[in-house]
């Protein structure tokens, strides 16, 4: 992955090697980087944010300078040792802000400790339907652990790293995102990452598409304020899901931010950066009751809550917005 811009720090939870980038001051924004990225994703609007907040952005286990051991890869593993590592560097409550399958994480993290979180924030995130690209599909085919292999040979990566970072440079937004994609495979040529992906993969996604979702548990979101950034074009999560996720929480505020890909916070760092402080700001922290938790639970929707797309009009987030 990319050279940190960032002074790299480390903690060990329960024996692991966890990496982490720490600065800012003010309320804690917990920045959760997507499937085999790291906390460089976030690089573009760490000091913007950090002007106001506390910034935390781990890399998760299995990913760029964490350890990367035989364990337990699940969202709902990755939510405990998200709260493991809070516990650790002396932090109580977050604003947390998860891309991608780290949006997921967030989602979990939100549902599992309450009582940690002030607020939510999805980005481009898993969990909001079963669609994704067919590329994160593959990950969970058979062989997939030993064809990377031949194919993050040295030549061979060279070769596939630069022909997708000279597709990300063409004006479409069609391979926008291959910039990031050559930085992922380029970061398999570690068999231990790699082994970690598949792991990763395989407990959210399968042929069909993504398994874990958050529309059962969607109506929790009223006792949590809850923002949803999403890319017009993105080629990794369909931009409708963003319909599905005004329609599991209405209370949610949603942007839809236009020229922009599956790295929002990456093609438009300063509007990004902006829409995050402004949510921020407007909201209170949720306050976490058991008596209200338990009784949400009580009058839980009986059956599975299908995370059905009508046709909203979502609002775009205005140039300088």
């Known amino acids: 992955m990319p050279p940190s811009r960032h002074d790299v720090q480390y903690a060990t939870v329960h024996g692991h090697r966890r990496a982490y980038v720490k600065v800012g001051q003010g309320p804690v924004l917990l920045l959760l980087h997507g499937l085999g990225c790291d906390h460089t994703t976030w690089s573009p609007v760490i000091d913007a944010l950090a002007r106001r907040y506390t910034v935390l952005a781990p890399d998760l286990l299995g990913h760029g300078l964490s350890d990367k ?20 560097l002396g932090v109580d409550k977050v604003t947390v802000v998860g891309h991608s399958f780290g949006g997921g994480i967030a989602m979990q993290f939100a549902y599992q400790f309450p009582e940690r979180t002030e607020r939510l924030v999805l980005v481009a995130s898993g969990g909001l339907g079963p669609e994704v690209s067919p590329a ?7 062989g997939f652990h030993q064809a990377m292999g031949l194919l ?9 790293v630069a022909g997708l970072r000279r597709l990300a440079a063409l004006p479409t937004s069609a391979t926008r995102d ?9 970061s398999f040529k570690d068999p231990h990452a790699r082994a970690a992906i598949r792991h990763v993969v395989s407990a959210v996604v399968d042929w069909k598409g993504q398994i874990v979702t958050m529309a059962d548990r969607a109506y929790l979101t009223q006792a949590m304020p809850m923002c949803v950034v ?14 599905n996720a005004a329609a599991l929480a209405p209370g949610a505020r949603v942007e839809v931010i236009p020229n922009s890909g599956h790295f929002p916070h990456k093609d438009h760092p300063e509007r990004f ?23 949400l639970l009580a009058q ?22």
Request: proline share 9%.
């Open 136 to 142: 994160i599909r593959a990950i969970t085919t058979p």
């Open 178 to 186: 291959l910039g990031e994609v050559a930085d992922i495979y380029d």
């Open 152 to 160: 993050t040979l040295p030549g061979v990566r060279h070769l596939g």
């Open 300 to 321: 839980a929707p009986t059956g599975a809550v299908a995370p059905a797309a009508p046709a909203l009009q979502l609002a775009e987030a205005a140039p300088g917005a």
């Open 69 to 88: 051991p035989r364990a337990d890869y699940s969202v709902g593993g990755y939510a405990n040792g998200m709260r493991d590592l809070l516990t650790v």
């Open 230 to 243: 999403w890319g017009r074009n993105d080629q990794v999560i369909p931009v409708r899901h963003a319909n």
């Open 273 to 295: 950066a902006k829409i995050v402080h402004d949510f921020v700001r407007r909201t209170q922290p949720a306050s976490y009751s058991r008596s209200r938790w338990r009784r």
